[in-house]
């Protein structure tokens, strides 16, 4: 299953940085800012950072999706 996290799942944060999460450390960029600005539902899949050791649950956003609106059809 792939883990996806929204902006107000990741606490609606306004900076970039690092953050403690229940699932661990979010590595959250400029640019993700932005999409989420832009798409406040927009939902990214969490991706694990290598080289961590076991105890390590360091991540980044990676691709996200957007919610499908209302059909116009």
Known sequence: MVEKVTW???GRVTEPGRYMFRFGWLT???D???IW????????T???LPGGGPDSDEY???AFD?????SDT
């Open 46 to 48: 969490l991706v694990k």
């Open 28 to 30: 959250v960029t400029a």
């Open 32 to 34: 993700d800012l932005k």
């Open 8 to 10: 107000q799942r990741a």
């Open 37 to 44: 600005e832009q798409y406040p539902d927009a939902a990214f």
């Open 60 to 62: 980044h956003l990676g």
């Open 66 to 70: 957007l919610p499908s609106g209302p």
